[in-house]
């Protein structure tokens, strides 16, 4: 396997681990891997993660809003890359309607897995909430993640 | 609600790290098993001190001494033969875990001192067997659990009520016999376990209702088959058998 694929797995376990709503990627394991990953776009990638763990810090530290909810901006987006696959949309509806809890998935590889698992399915606000398990405005909890990516380029 | 059929920002080079399809390759060389006992117990350090490339390389090649969450979730992630290693791990916690108990459960209600308060205790035992097997249940998948408590009885009531005579049959599950094959060979026998009593022992009770006797003598032998998962006791000492 080229370094460049253990790099992306590398990155893509970091998204893992934002997706379950801890935040224990630190800057300094992002700029190795993204550096190792593609030296050109290493600063951009490197800001977007750490944005999102910056904005779910923020979330928890001010008590007043979800940090679940900066999760489902990211797993919004995940589902939302890559090519619509009507197949993988149909199985995460019927999955949610049986009830598939997001509870379930609880280490770093079942998270990449879920995360594999979505890409494609470009599931809607509702679904994600579904998934969640609580009502979430994916729109306004972006915002305060393009904040954060702001805040880094300055 | 807003209806969006694009991802948010800021989603422009991660569009490119995920959309690009991941490739499960097979390493010669992996974590040990107590590597992936200590990931599954969260006890890695998360990181190591350094990242180098050095350091990267030996990890692509499944090299590393000192693993750390990050590495072995790395690892497992390309690594279709640790993911099953893993699995199999985690069946083998959950199991190991409800039968320690299990074992725990037997052995105190085994302590002479408890024996006036023998069947209290095992109404206790009762209720936390069921627990152990709801548990079980909800955290092994692989396991078809749902049929165990139709193939053991744990309701000492029934127990109680059963005309005992001394020849009924009693039997111990070994230690290290598994919910699930007492349960498939139940099943195979048509048998169901009721108990267990205030020693650790159960009735075996056929498919018309009748419970088994020393006359019994094939259905006795295809249990003694099976010396690893069930032991037939001597000459029963009759439980909750007060009047002598």
Redesign the interface.
Known sequence: ?G?E?????????F??NLVLCRD?V?K??VG??TM???EE?AT??S???I?YRNAKRRVKASRAGNPGNVVG?LL???S???VRNQETSAKWRTRLNQGYSFSQVE???QA?DL??EL?GA?L???DIAHLLGHSI???RA?KL??EE?EQLGE | MTQNDFPYAPWGKLQELVGKSSRKLSYHRHPSRAVLCAYLQQALPQRPRNWSEERAEKLNRGRLTDWTMWEVAAHISNCSRCRSRIKALENAQGKQTAMNWLRILKDTLRKPRLAPVGWALAGVQAALLIGVLVWMNTTLPSQPITTVPVYIDTNNSSYNSTVLSADLIRIELRGEARIDEITTLMQTLQLQLVGPDSEGLYLIKKSDGIYLTQEDAQIIQEIQAHPLLLRITDKAELPGDQGG
Not at chain 1, 5 to 13: E, K, P, T, V
């Open positions: 396997m370094m694929d253990l790099a992306a797995s590398m990155l893509q376990l998204l893992a224990d630190e300094e394991d190795f891997w190792l990953y593609t776009g951009t990638m800001r977007e993660i944005a901006v919004y987006n995940i939302h890359t890559g280490r770093l590889d990449m995360n594999e890409r470009y809607t606000e509702q405005n994916i729109g972006s993640v393009q990516y």
